[in-house]
């Protein structure tokens, strides 16, 4: 059954909600790969997986830093958990272990959770800060010398 995006799991941070689905992309990929019993296919979506969410991570990790969030390294420390716990379950793919099922469950009842507890916990820190730094970028432009050369 795939996963299906729920609209209560966007956090309102566009970037980060289509990332999140992206990887709820990969998570019914892995899905389809497992009901259709093709190992390898299951090995290249699992390392996609692993791929896309690293990077994820990375780019929300710098979104919280930059934004002062308090509870930053804690997070981090969250995600990095979470690829150890994947990447156990890659290796025993490759080992030829059948972990098609039981890592979809976990991919799935771990993006919910993780989105709503822990990401929402973020979500105002980045939000003021994007909106601090667009404020600051709107008057840099009104303060520009052509706007200044236009205002007279």
């Known amino acids: 059954m795939p996963f299906i995006w729920n609209p209560d799991l966007d956090t309102g941070i566009d970037v980060i909600d289509q990332q999140h689905r992206r990887i709820v ?18 090995g290249r979506t699992l390392d996609d ?3 896309y969410t690293v990077s994820h991570f990375a780019f929300e990790e710098s979104l919280q830093e930059e934004a002062g969030y308090t509870f ?36 799935s009842t771990w993006l919910v959770n993780h989105i709503k507890r ?9 939000k003021a800060n994007m909106i601090g730094i667009i404020a600051e970028k709107r008057q840099r432009k009104d303060n520009g010398w052509l706007s ?3 205002r007279r």
């Open 148 to 150: 200044r050369f236009f």
């Open 25 to 42: 992309d990969y998570i019914n990929a892995l899905e389809i790969a497992n009901a259709a019993g093709d190992r390898d296919e299951i």
């Open 49 to 51: 997986l692993v791929d």
């Open 118 to 126: 822990d990401d929402a916990d973020y979500v105002a820190a980045v």
């Open 72 to 107: 930053c390294k804690p997070h981090k420390r969250v995600h990095e958990l979470f690829v150890r716990r994947v990447n156990e379950y890659v290796e025993r793919h490759r080992l030829g272990d059948d972990v098609g099922s039981e890592l979809y469950k976990l991919l």
